[in-house]
Nanobody, 123 residues
């Protein structure tokens, strides 16, 4: 399974950005898809995830109300819409996939990871 992120970049505080992730080599509809991020000097942290059907979504507290995860099983893509971005959102964002979830989802350790895309938010 290979994951490829796109859509990162440099934006100003308050701007929006949409990340995309394409999956290949697996059955997309079988996977729980998610996003993690890692800021400089910090550990990777869970951001959001979505069930295989899209009926269930999970968010870190830092993402609730600002970020929206979605998926298009026909296009085998998952998206992360990020609104009202803050400088503290600056990080490398990773697309992830696994067949299972965790309880709580903040402890989820997915099997498959992309290479990451840089998001930088200037103040």
């Amino acid at each position: 399974v290979q994951l490829a992120e796109s859509g990162g970049g440099l934006v100003q505080a308050g701007d929006s950005l949409r990340l995309s992730c394409a999956i290949s080599g697996g059955t997309f509809s079988a996977y729980v898809m998610g996003w993690f991020r890692q800021a400089p000097g910090e550990e990777r942290e869970f951001v959001a995830a979505i069930s295989w059907s899209g009926s269930a979504t999970y968010y870190a507290d830092s993402a609730k109300g600002r970020f929206t995860i979605s998926r298009d099983n026909a296009k085998t893509k998952v998206y992360l819409q990020m609104n009202s971005l803050k400088p503290e959102d600056t990080a490398v964002y990773f697309c992830t996939a696994d067949v299972g979830t965790a309880q709580p989802m903040t402890s989820w350790r997915p099997r498959y990871w992309g290479q990451g895309t840089q998001v930088t938010v200037s103040s």
